[in-house]
């Protein structure tokens, strides 16, 4: 009889353990990297290595949760939301824990000057206490975004205004004083160029290193989905192929610029968005 009872409460003291869950919840906030404001209705999804992905989309404070992954399985996580550029890293997978907290900051579009002046008082600040390649790095995480060459002419004009550093730099200045709708005709002539393997009759006219950033971008953008496989752009034949189109319609100053925005861009690493929000939580990896 005892030992009926002594197995029963062992049974009974167990029981909270054989109750507790095997599933994680991912849970977090989503923000704009510039203005730290919450970003509603934004679009987070989990990709488990095997299994169907979950979606969530953020509340009016920006925040989200999705349940109903295995503890300790690994899974990537990206997000999207309208006017934003989508997170560029979302090849790092992530460990799922009982509770797992993920903070994620986008990047608007924006091609209004006005968006962009916060950075630009950050960026003055961090240029000051940092060695001299710092703007070349920070300008390079924006190409990373995939943002438009207008939006980034829009940064462009408030780094100079704010940063005496930012009038020397080649490509930041080639950026600013280059003309909106040149910038507009060159990343569509840039995108046929890409999607039918021809040069346009009467290519635009820009500096060669904004043709390349700008042809980086788009050939980043356009074969995306081929090279989500492999982490080198560069070894990428479509990739290849579509900078040396460019080259043919551009030059070969152009090219080589392209060449060298694409190898920023690939080295570029998650901890490389502390250039946009010096203070703000970032996603973890």
């Not at 690939?266 to 703000?280: G, N, P, Q, W």
Request: aromatic share 4%; charged share 25%.
């Amino acid at each position: 009889m005892r030992f009926l009872i002594r197995t029963v409460l062992t049974v009974v003291t167990m029981l909270p353990l054989l109750a507790q869950p095997s599933l994680g919840v991912i849970k977090g906030r989503v923000a704009d990297a510039i203005t730290r404001r919450p970003i509603p209705n934004a679009v987070v999804e989990v990709k488990p290595v095997s299994g169907p992905s979950r979606t969530a989309r953020t509340g009016t404070d920006g925040t989200y949760s999705i349940l109903g992954f295995q503890i300790g399985e690994s899974v990537t996580e990206s997000c999207s939301a309208s006017g934003y550029a989508p997170d560029p890293w979302t090849r790092a997978a992530i460990k799922i824990m009982a509770e797992t907290p993920v903070e994620i900051v986008l990047i608007c579009d924006c091609k209004d000057d006005a968006y962009w002046a916060p950075l630009a008082a950050r960026w003055e600040v961090d240029a000051q206490a940092s060695d001299p390649k710092f703007l070349d790095s920070a300008w390079d995480t924006l190409a990373v975004y995939g943002l438009s060459a207008e939006s980034r002419a829009a940064a462009a004009r408030e780094l100079v205004k704010a940063i005496p550093a930012a009038s020397t730099n080649s490509h930041i200045v080639a950026f600013a004083t280059t003309d909106p709708l040149a910038l507009r005709k060159a990343e569509q002539e840039i995108r046929t160029v890409l999607a039918t393997g021809s040069a346009t009759p009467s290519p635009t006219s820009l500096p060669p290193e904004v043709a390349g950033d700008v042809a980086a971008v788009e050939v980043r953008r356009h074969y995306e989905a081929i090279s989500s496989a492999s982490t080198d752009l560069k070894s990428c034949a479509k990739c290849g192929s579509g900078v040396a189109e460019v080259g043919n319609v551009w030059g070969e100053a152009a090219k080589k610029s392209a060449d060298r925005a694409l190898e920023r861009q690939e080295s570029m690493k998650a901890s490389d968005r502390i250039h946009l929000s010096s203070d703000a939580q970032v996603k973890s990896r």
